[in-house]
């Protein structure tokens, strides 16, 4: 069996050497190092014409990063999952709850004095 012949076989668009003079001129760019609280160093390049933000994710952790190697930015709190009942803790006392309660409770059982059918 023979081959088929493609004439462009293992190349692709814009595959060969190809030099700034074909591509243009690279945009003017700059270096700037993060520093994490882990004391991992990132160096991450903007270009000249960039804002240059004051914190980036460390790419190695994760964790926050910023400009100052002795001040790096202090990992953020995690506070676990809640529950709906947790939030609803937080907004009523116990008091308050009992109420309610009971108030749903008698209700329930006025209707169910009446024959009224609860779906």
Known sequence: M??????????????GPMGEAERGEAAPRQ?????CAN?????I??????????SWDC???GLPAGLDSENAPPAPKIEPYKTHLAYVKERRSDKEAEVILDEAIQQLRSRRK?????F
């Open 45 to 54: 390049t903007f270009s000249v014409e960039a804002a240059v933000p004051d």
């Open 31 to 35: 270096a700037v190092t993060y520093f």
């Open 59 to 61: 790419p190695k952790c």
């Open 114 to 118: 009446s024959g009224e059918i609860i």
């Open 2 to 15: 023979a081959g088929g012949g493609n004439a462009i076989r293992g190349s692709r668009v814009g595959a």
């Open 39 to 43: 004391s991992h160093r990132s160096v």
